[in-house]
């Protein structure tokens, strides 16, 4: 965590392996991913901004391997958010934890988290009463390396600059412990949550397929 004229940012942890840490090259690849998207509703034009026939997603469900792998699928779910940035407020933000092993949830400490395309500010406010009712903790630690959140900047940068985010590590949590961090932040005007996938890296490909399938189902459902 580092200090900059009084806030408290947490700096990139990935940036250079998951994704390109040049500006331009990362600003390219992730209109690239937007380029390669598939399965969307055609990008709106900009009388389409505000219409209501185009509601706004309560919920989107993105991967987060590397941007060169998982970047077009991540884009596919981010077009649905096109024609709401205005209207976006706020990204909860929810991903698995990778490096540190704990029970609950883990909130950040931080005002802002640095990227290569800008920095992203911290809904203190929201975080802060997650922690206050007892939803999450704060741990920093948590939060230090993990790229499940991370690699989601990119395209809040690109499709949602104006938006605050409230990011929270996932650990060994029960889903009804995520429930109640849900239901303290579903009803908030223009929230949109966030949850970065993890899914299986070890099966046969036929075999993840169907297993992806069968999950995906069960979402749906």
Avoid: K, N
């Avoid at 950040?108 to 809904?123: M, Q, R």
């Avoid at 741990?139 to 809040?156: G, K, T, W, Y």
């Avoid at 929230?191 to 046969?204: A, F, K």
Wanted: glycine share 6%; hydrophobic share 45%.
């Amino acid at each position: 965590m580092s200090a900059t004229e009084g806030r408290r940012v947490r700096p990139a942890a990935v940036a250079g392996t998951f994704y390109p840490s040049d500006p331009a090259e990362l600003r390219q690849l992730v209109r690239s991913c937007f380029e390669a998207a598939t399965d969307t509703p055609p990008p709106p034009t900009p009388d389409r901004y505000h219409d209501p026939t185009w509601p706004l997603p309560r919920a989107l469900v993105v991967p987060h391997a590397g941007l060169i792998y998982s970047g077009p699928v991540a884009a596919s779910a981010y077009q649905r958010l096109l024609p709401h940035t205005v209207a976006i407020r706020r990204v909860v933000l929810l991903g698995p934890s990778h490096r540190v092993a704990f029970r609950g949830v883990a909130a950040t400490t931080a005002d802002a988290w640095a990227s290569p395309l800008g920095p992203v500010a911290i809904d203190t406010d929201v975080v802060q009463r997650v922690v206050g009712a007892g939803a999450a903790f704060f741990s920093d630690a948590a939060h230090a390396e993990e790229h499940s959140l991370e690699v989601q900047l990119p395209f809040l940068r690109e499709v949602v600059p104006d938006a605050l985010l409230a990011p929270f590590v996932v650990g060994d949590a029960s889903a009804a412990q995520v429930a109640v961090l849900l239901d303290l932040v579903w009803d908030q005007p223009g929230t949109v949550v966030i949850i970065s996938s993890d899914l299986s890296h070890y099966h046969r490909y036929d075999d993840a397929v169907r297993l992806d399938r069968h999950t995906a189902g069960e979402i749906l459902a």
